[in-house]
């Protein structure tokens, strides 16, 4: 984590400060995980569900943003592109 930092051209001060910052707070999160993991095994499972969840939402957001630049949409009169849903984005794919 220290090395893009300090190869972009930081203070090996604030290299270390933001080092350090972020490995408190990573212990913090770890400490708070595990007393909620510590509930039930259903709780850690509801946990890993959301976390699955977003992750897999984030990922087609950031395909379907990036793919309209090389995916011509038809305009339904909503804004420049057409509304972009995710069946549509696979549908896409799946019939080519």
């Known amino acids: 984590m220290a090395v893009p930092m300090k190869n972009g051209g930081m203070k090996i001060s604030k290299v270390i400060f933001y080092v350090i910052l972020s ?51 038809k305009n339904d009169g909503s804004g420049k592109y057409g509304r972009i849903s995710n069946w549509n984005f696979c549908n896409y794919f799946v019939k080519k």
């Not at 408190?24 to 995980?33: E, K, L």
């Not at 569900?49 to 995916?71: E, H, K, N």
């Open 23 to 73: 490995g408190i707070t990573t212990g913090i999160g770890a400490f708070f995980g595990a007393i909620i993991g510590s509930i039930s095994e259903q709780i850690i499972a509801i946990c890993l569900s959301f976390a699955a969840r977003s992750y897999v939402i984030y990922r087609i957001w950031r395909i379907s943003t990036r793919s309209q630049s090389f995916i011509s949409w």
